[in-house]
């Protein structure tokens, strides 16, 4: 190999260990819009997790779930990220389940929520901030609804 195709080897391969979004051949864009999905079904695969989004969200889902034909809440309801080149952070609003722990619930989702958009989108994840806006009570005479959706 000539010196400068190692030269040329060198910069490709030091690229890809720094931006896995950038290569010689081009590069790769995630939008807010998918960092906020998987974010949002991450969040949501760890129990104790009741519902994501502020109380208004959730009532404005609450009456799209009710439309005929509609999908119901969005998977990014309760999601707020901001996305750069290389970098994404995340910020989410949950109700937990009555009884769990906040703090080991909300350390569960950074890790799970972290490490899911990295894998799947390449930005390095730098912060998931969660807000916990509600504890959800569930009342003796009434049917328990889905945990999450």
């Not at 129990?47 to 809440?73: D, F, K, L, W, Y």
């Not at 969005?74 to 906040?102: F, M």
């Amino acid at each position: 190999m000539s010196t400068s195709e190692q030269t040329a080897a060198s910069r490709s391969a030091e690229r890809s260990t720094k931006d896995p979004l950038s290569s010689d051949a081009g590069r790769i864009s995630v939008s807010q819009s998918v960092v906020s999905k998987i974010a949002g079904v991450a969040c949501r695969e760890i129990s104790g997790v009741h519902n994501m989004g502020t109380s208004g969200g959730r009532a404005v889902g609450a009456i799209r779930e009710r439309i005929p034909g509609s999908s119901g809440p969005s998977v990014a309801q309760g999601v707020g990220v901001e996305v750069g080149e290389t970098q994404a952070a995340i910020d989410l609003d949950i109700v937990v389940e009555y009884g769990i722990s906040i703090a080991e619930l909300g350390r569960s989702i950074q890790r799970n929520v972290k490490q899911t958009v990295e894998r799947m989108t390449g930005l390095e994840v730098t912060e998931v901030n969660i807000n916990v806006d509600d504890v959800y009570l569930p009342d003796e005479g009434q049917e328990t609804p889905p945990r999450v959706s």
